[in-house]
C-alpha cells in the first residue's frame, strides 16, 4: 500500500480493543468483517520493542495513550484523532476529534 498525505494508521492494539467492544454487542463475525474492512484503507502501524520504550517515557497518566502516541511517533504521524484530546495534552503530536478532522475534509 503506497503511504501519501492523506493516508490513516490505526494501532495494532486498537484494533484488539475494538474487536473486544463490538463483538460483545453484535456478531463476532460481523465485527471480524468490519475490521477487514476498515484495515482496506488504513494502514496498521509498524511498530516494534523501541516503540513501547517510547511509550513507557511519555508522560501520560493512561499507558493506553501512551501507547497510542508512541504508534503515532513510529508511523510519522501528522495528527492523532482522538475523542479524548484532554489525555493528550503531553503529547508531541497533535490531536484533533474526529469531528474537527471530517469538518476540515468536508471544508
Known amino acids: ?25 453484535i456478531n463476532k463475525e460481523r465485527s471480524k468483517k468490519f475490521i477487514g474492512e476498515l484495515c482496506g484503507f488504513l494502514i496498521i502501524a ?31 504521524a501528522d495528527i492523532i484523532v482522538t475523542r479524548n484530546i484532554k489525555d493528550y495534552k503531553n503529547s508531541p503530536i497533535p490531536c484533533s476529534t474526529p469531528e474537527q478532522i471530517l469538518l476540515k475534509i468536508i471544508n
Open 1 to 25: 500500500m503506497r503511504v501519501n498525505k492523506s493516508s490513516g494508521f490505526i494501532a495494532w492494539h486498537s484494533i484488539a480493543n475494538f474487536f473486544y467492544l463490538t463483538s460483545k454487542g
Open 46 to 76: 509498524n511498530v516494534a520493542n523501541k516503540d513501547l520504550f517510547t511509550a513507557l517515557e511519555l508522560k501520560f497518566n493512561d499507558f493506553e495513550d501512551a501507547m497510542q502516541c508512541a504508534s503515532a511517533i513510529a508511523c510519522n
